[in-house]
């Protein structure tokens, strides 16, 4: 599915956006539909979740800003029409924004749970071997 998102963006828009190879974190080769990561690839994980977490905390204050600016040109009925249409989807795109805050907020926590674990883990297999 990436890869067909990937090919219609550069349909449209050429190599103006280039398509950089994903980096992969973990180990491979694992069964079970899981995979194993050392404690500081999940930090380096963790770091990039944070980072996206700002960026769509900062989406959320531009989006906030202009609904609270957003006034209508004149004090006719359209004018105000077209203002409250423009304030309506910018709730829905509020709305979406807080879903994915929450989301990624979310998975941070799991992937610190995991990565306390995977800690946990190494920790015990070191004094088992010494």
């Given at each position: 599915?990436?890869?067909?998102a ?7 828009w ?38 996206e ?27 105000s ?8 989807s ?30 946990a ?6 004094l088992?071997?010494?």
């Amino acid at each position: 599915m990436i890869g067909d998102a990937a090919s219609a963006v550069k349909a449209v828009w050429g190599d103006l956006f280039p398509t950089p190879e994903p980096t992969v974190y973990g180990g491979g080769g694992g069964g079970g539909g899981g995979f194993e990561m050392s404690p500081e690839e999940l930090k380096t994980v963790i770091g990039l979740w944070q980072d996206e977490l700002k960026k769509v905390v900062d989406d959320g204050d531009k989006i906030n800003r202009i609904v609270s600016d957003l006034m209508p040109p004149g004090q006719d009925e359209v004018s105000s029409s077209y203002v409250n249409s423009g304030i309506d989807s910018l709730l829905s795109l509020q709305k979406q924004n807080e879903s994915m805050k929450a989301y990624i907020e979310g998975y941070i926590a799991k992937l610190e749970v995991a990565r306390s674990k995977t800690m946990a883990t190494e920790a015990a297999n070191t004094l088992r071997t010494t």
